[in-house]
T-cell receptor, first 117, second 114 residues
Framework: GAVVSQHPSRVICKSGTSVKIECRSLDFQATTMFWYRQFPKKSLMLMATSNEGSKATYEQGVEKDKFLINHASLTLSTLTVTSAHPEDSSFYIC?????????????FGPGTRLTVT | AQSVTQLDSHVSVSEGTPVLLRCNYSSSYSPSLFWYVQHPNKGLQLLLKYTSAATLVKGINGFEAEFKKSETSFHLTKPSAHMSDAAEYFCVVSVMDSNYQLIWGAGTKLIIKP
């Protein structure tokens, strides 16, 4: 149980275009989802926390107008990178937290490799 | 404030020898602690977790970790390294006072020599 999927796994886009990444909890309801960014050979950096039905909370230094997060249902959150630039190229990972029980545990998606050319 | 320190950025061991990856944490509250592994260009996999039960935690692939409150440590060990263990390992803490956000260590790259 507790499986989280991400789509796409890899995406290449041109500079100036927008890219949407989906994060789904497949077998549980996730009231809270998290979006992370991982630079090469680095640890994960939390970008934002999204709660179902409300606005996401962004970490300091993360542009909310550039990284649009929508958490419209208990099983789906999306991250849209708007007007992407090469510096946005990175590995984006989502995680989900369930509605009960293990509030301290997050379940991670496999990640999405974004390359902006 | 809570923090996680992984004391070694790289650890290199020979195949068949023991593995020790060190992790120290700082937390005002009783933490939950995790070790994750990430193989090259792959997602994260949970190795094991400590959540205030037994202090010696056994995980997958022969790994285990011991929670030592007096030393604020949660070191990861394995008796005998395999080539397939080569990966990046992250020590992570979750604490109540941060709304259970995960605080990540910088990671330790485990290199296995044949």
């Amino acid at each position: 149980g507790a499986v989280v999927s991400q789509h796409p796994s890899r995406v290449i886009c041109k500079s100036g275009t927008s890219v949407k990444i989906e994060c789904r909890s497949l077998d549980f309801q996730a009231t809270t989802m998290f979006w992370y960014r991982q630079f090469p050979k680095k640890s994960l950096m939390l970008m934002a926390t999204s709660n179902e039905g409300s606005k996401a909370t962004y970490e300091q230094g993360v542009e909310k107008d550039k990284f649009l997060i929508n958490h419209a249902s208990l099983t789906l959150s999306t991250l849209t990178v708007t007007s992407a630039h090469p510096e946005d190229s990175s590995f984006y990972i989502c995680s989900a937290r369930g509605t009960g029980g293990l509030i301290y545990e997050q379940y991670f998606g496999p990640g999405t490799r974004l390359t902006v050319t | 404030a809570q923090s996680v320190t992984q004391l070694d950025s790289h650890v290199s061991v020979s195949e068949g020898t023991p593995v020790l990856l060190r992790c120290n944490y700082s937390s005002s509250y009783s933490p939950s602690l995790f070790w994750y592994v990430q193989h090259p260009n792959k997602g994260l996999q949970l190795l094991l977790k400590y959540t205030s039960a037994a202090t010696l935690v056994k995980g997958i692939n022969g790994f285990e970790a011991e929670f030592k409150k007096s030393e604020t440590s949660f070191h990861l060990t394995k008796p005998s390294a395999h080539m397939s263990d080569a990966a990046e390992y992250f020590c992570v803490v979750s604490v109540m006072d941060s709304n259970y956000q995960l605080i990540w260590g910088a990671g330790t790259k485990l290199i296995i020599k044949p």
